[in-house]
């Protein structure tokens, strides 16, 4: 079977650039991203590409060369529908914030909505593919309510998990490590898996394509994920021990990454991650584990995120510590609000946590990222509901130019990995603060060489 006609439900971080690139690698393929937020598909469609709601490197290029020609946003879920062969639900999956599962478990109720929608809009057989990561033996629900609730035609599922990383998506997406594709044993599972098969192999290598039953592929997202996050929260706690004990946590990882069994990636000691999958994933992994009695399997697999609160929670204390045990009305400038360099996403961010934690003490913060705008910055405190909206806009000041942000501070912290903080005139930053003058580098990204050279206090993570 080949495939003339996509669809696919959500416009967000996964389903905007993962359709922009089928679309451009693909173009006999009619590609259509639909979305019940209006704002973000009229910013989709936005007549300038560089204003379009997510920010990516080269992402803008590849909407701008296939938008219009087979790439198309709208608002009309039923029509794309309808037309396409091909169904992605790319909905968000967050975690549950209310009822049983509470805290831990996604919510699945997007993911339902879709389900019912294009049970009842369906008038020919279709394939709807989980882009949306889910917890394992979600296909079957999904089954359950297209069989149940359709017009009579036949659907086949497959599972098809994301692995892009924001920041990279585009080249993550156009050179991916593999593709994984998860569909049933029957002779119509695996045509539908071949049609699928066929899209990616467009522009990927057949032998990075890999075809595994529903459950394996479903269960494999969680895995990496929390393969991922533990590799971080390993190097985090050995930078807690390093401190202590004159290591350098830069030197440890530099020294256990040539280890080939180990490798280098993903060893870098931070001020916690964040990010809208980590968290979420195994909190959703815990809580499967959990629910089939595995106690010991939760239990492992929660030390991860408990390490994480950890880690961020260590950094404001630090600061609050060193700044002589007070930061009241004492201004602390933030260098990045977005929870990794490259890209205005800033869900989980360390930095959030950080400031609300120095809020409790009182600081005042002043933030700088190019790429996060003030609203967003509010929004993700407000949603915390530590302190009311007004006490939070009071607390918070937003630059548009990180020398301002610096003026008149007690300390600058480092919480997103920009590049553009490495090369700027510190000496300037320096001359402007309060003395003595603290940084508090979150990410290990500034030389301390060179700033203890113009009078900082230099504080890094692990060493
Ligand atoms: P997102 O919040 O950016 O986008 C989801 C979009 O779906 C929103 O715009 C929302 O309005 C829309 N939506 C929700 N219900 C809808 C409905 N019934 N009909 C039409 N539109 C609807 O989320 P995201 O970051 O793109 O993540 C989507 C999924 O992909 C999640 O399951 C996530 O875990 C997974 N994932 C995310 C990443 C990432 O880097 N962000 C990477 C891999 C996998
Ligand atoms: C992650 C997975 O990498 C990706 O495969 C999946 O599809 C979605 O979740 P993402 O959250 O976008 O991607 O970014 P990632 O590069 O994984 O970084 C996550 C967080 O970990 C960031 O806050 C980052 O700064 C932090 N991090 C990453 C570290 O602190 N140290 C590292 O060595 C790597």
């Not at 009842?120 to 309510?145: C, F, G, H, M």
């Not at 080249?171 to 991916?176: G, H, I, R």
């Not at 360390?350 to 409790?360: E, F, G, P, Q, S």
Request: aromatic share 8%; glycine share 6%.
């Amino acid at each position: 079977m080949k495939i003339t006609k996509i669809c696919c439900i959500g416009a967000g971080y996964v389903g905007g650039p993962t359709m922009a690139v089928i679309a451009q690698k693909c173009p006999d393929i009619q590609v259509t991203v639909v979305d019940l937020n209006e704002q973000r598909i009229a910013d989709w469609n936005d007549p300038n590409p560089d204003n379009i709601p997510i920010y990516e490197p080269g992402l803008s290029e590849i909407v701008a060369e296939a938008r219009g020609r087979n790439l198309f946003f709208s608002t009309d879920v039923d029509k794309a529908i309808d037309e396409a062969e091909m169904i992605f639900i790319s909905v968000n999956t967050p975690t549950k914030t209310y009822g049983k599962g509470r805290g831990m478990a996604a919510d699945l109720k997007y993911i339902e909505l879709c389900a019912r929608q294009i049970a009842r809009v369906a008038k020919q057989n279709k394939i709807v593919v989980e882009k949306s990561t889910l917890p394992v033996r979600t296909a079957e629900a999904i089954k359950s309510i297209l069989d149940n609730t359709g017009n009579g035609v036949q659907f086949q599922i497959l599972s098809n998990p994301e692995f892009l990383a924001e920041g990279t998506a585009v080249a993550d997406l156009l050179n991916p490590d593999r593709i994984l594709i998860g569909g049933d044993v029957t002779v119509e599972g695996q045509e539908a898996i071949n049609a699928l098969v066929d899209v990616y192999a467009n522009w990927v290598d057949k032998d990075k394509i890999l075809t595994t039953n529903v459950w394996s592929s479903e269960l494999s997202k969680l895995t990496a994920n929390a393969f991922l996050a533990q590799r971080i929260s390993s190097i985090n706690a050995m930078s807690e021990l390093c401190e202590k004990t004159g290591a350098d946590v830069n030197e440890v990882a530099r020294a256990i990454g040539m280890d080939s069994r180990i490798g280098p990636k993903f060893l870098k000691a931070s001020v916690g991650f964040g990010g809208s999958c980590f968290q979420k994933d195994i909190l959703n992994l815990v809580y499967i584990a959990k629910s089939y009695g595995l106690n010991e399997v939760a239990d492992y697999w929660e030390q991860v995120i408990i390490m994480n609160d950890h880690q961020k929670r260590r950094f404001s204390n630090k600061i609050v510590q060193t700044l002589y045990n007070t930061v009241a009305d004492k201004k602390i400038a933030f260098l990045g609000w977005a929870f990794k360099k490259d890209t205005n996403d800033t869900r989980e961010s360390a930095a959030i946590y950080i400031a609300d934690d120095l809020i409790n003490e009182q600081a005042k913060i002043s933030v700088y990222d190019p790429k996060v705008s003030r609203v967003k910055m509010q929004a993700d405190l407000n949603y915390l509901e530590t302190r009311s909206e007004e006490g939070n806009n009071d607390s918070l000041d937003t630059f548009n130019n990180a020398y301002e942000a610096c003026k008149g501070a007690h300390a600058v912290a480092v919480l997103t990995e920009w590049d553009e903080f490495r090369t700027y005139d510190w000496q300037k930053i320096y001359d402007s603060m309060h003395k003595p003058a603290f940084i508090f580098d979150g990410r290990n990204i500034l030389d301390s060489k060179h700033l203890e050279s113009i009078g900082f206090v230099y504080n890094g993570i692990g060493s």
